[in-house]
């Protein structure tokens, strides 16, 4: 059997290698986990509260990497980092506005297909202004510089991709659960037409949630692409629904679930490729949502209820 | 309008087809692009009807229609490739012993394949049609990125010839070969809506709560729409190897089943007629749009827009304007008739009329 042979030879690999090797495999793995965690908060937030898979999200994502294509190409990185996360939040929000406002009281199924029409649009749109060749990643000398801590190394993004994704998630949290808006935020997740009743304009809040989860995405589009060197059109796809994976994993609609999630699977997915299984490195990522799904279908950190699954 | 008329309607339309068909065919040197065309129109119509049952008529959400074509797809094309040529496909890896001597003729391979596509359906769905709207949605979606991923993968090499692809698979013998499937599958699929299945789907798609307070039960047709609708798949892919003659992994991406969605949702989500006619209109108007690809001078000046891949964009917009504001599609949920038409014809002046007072807002619903 296949499967069986794969894991055993996975089991051997483990044991024969060095404690160095399994750090630095670690350390990629963290690296990556840290901006799919970027990402998979913006799905996950979307998702509580319009219960919709923003499928344009990875979209954006990959618009995020051509933004800053173009604006380090006439500005230095300090400047150049600001444009594009103000880029992609004004991109993100004129897609909440354009085509999920309008149909937000129609049937789920069309507000889903509206978003995947959104991600084909942008897809083809981006082939269309920047040709379906791949386009070289600016270096950003800071990020790029080697950098070691003990016998590992790598370059200065690996150690400080982790570090920006939880300062983010602190200080999201802090946004979340002590301010106003994000008060309001929690309502209309927990029930949306009450919260309305209540006061609370929803456009603003689910505006706001939008201008969070494509800030999110462009400094997960930063730190992701600074280590992959290129962008296609369509390298938005895979880590988009990688991180909706990543999101429901960790309990759709928890911030800190999302988080974990991100991690978990990019572990699990450096150690495969590490082990070259990488054409099963994507298949990995559907396996673990199915058995999610089946096992337990409100995620480590979801809350209890009934109507998701 | 009288029976008889209606009858009659029905068979000129249907002579004229094959007579259009016909005259194709003996021509076919003429008309190759046209013929190609209609071919993948045919195919494509396969595939978006059988989507159209699962998710227009019984309401699941599925986008795993990819992964079901590739495994039909695989499947035509590993039997119909000539034994003497095979060595010279699988000059990679070799080829497994049992597969290398069995040849089937094309309809048995469809069958086959569009049979291997409902055994793998039928295994998926046990677990996965537990899940419900979105769920559903993503977790078919990896299903068939996972299948993708096995067919390529090097572990298969013998018999898919992993990233390599297969290729030199013989093409139709005539243009009525897709075309006499195709009518053959839709019409299945139709005489199934129509029997008692078929209403047990529309009543699980309307409430399942209730259909399944009237003893319908919900898993077993559930179920049973997954498998049907990926046994066609399965045969549609299998039609496309046939149609592209080389087939590899990275055909069968997440891109075929928007395509396939994005015919569904303009002919009508559960409209069979619509999705035939959205799967011509859609296909055949890729090509007629092409012009939008070159570059285009009026009067000597260039118009900037045109140029490669502005097709693509023109072709997504007209996409989302039908989803915000078309939202029933062509056709709705009616289907194609001879009254109908009639009656659009006849109270085409009136509707005109309404329209201006109205000041043109007449959206529906």
Redesign the interface.
Known sequence: MPPISIFMSILEAFCFMSLTTFLQHCLTGISLGGAYALIAIGYTMVYGILRLINFAHGEIFMMAGYFMIFSMATVPWYLAIPIVILGTIALGVTIERVAYKPIRTAPRMSIMISAIGVSYLLQNLSTYLFTALPRGYPEIPVLKSSFKIGPLSSSFVTFFTPVITILLVIALMQLINHTKIGMAMRAVSKDYETAQLMGIKINNVISFTFVIGSFLAAVGSILYFTDRMSVTPFSGTLPGLKCFVAAVLGGIGSVPGAVIGGFILAIGETFLVAFGYSTFSDAFTFVLLIVMLLVRPTGLFGEKATDKV | MKKSTKLLCSFILIIAAVGLLYYLDNNHIKYLYAISILERSAIFAIVAVSMNLL?GFTGL?SLGQAGFMAIGAYTVSVITIPVGIRQSVYYASGINSFIAKIELPLPLALLLGGLFAALVAALIGI??L??????L???T???S??IR??L????LAKITNGSYGLNKIPKYSSIFVPFGIATICIATMVLLIRSSFGRAFLAIREDEIAAEAMGINLFKHKELSFIISSFFTGIGGGLLAVYMQSIDSSTFK?GIT?DI??IV?LGG?GSVTGSVFAAFLVTASREWLRFFDDPLTIGGFQVPLF????R??V???L??IV??FY?QGIMGTREFSWDGIFRFFVNLPKRFMKKKKAGGTANER
Do not use: C, T, W
Not at chain 2, 130 to 135: A, F, I, V
Not at chain 2, 307 to 310: K, L, M, P
């Open positions: 998710n959400f677990p996965v537990r899940l419900k709207s979105d769920y949605a993503i977790a979606l990896g299903f990125e996972i991923a096995l390529a993968s090097p572990q997440i928007y969605l994005l949702v989500m140029r490669a891949g502005f693509m964009v072709f997504s917009v996409l989302m989803v915000l939202r």
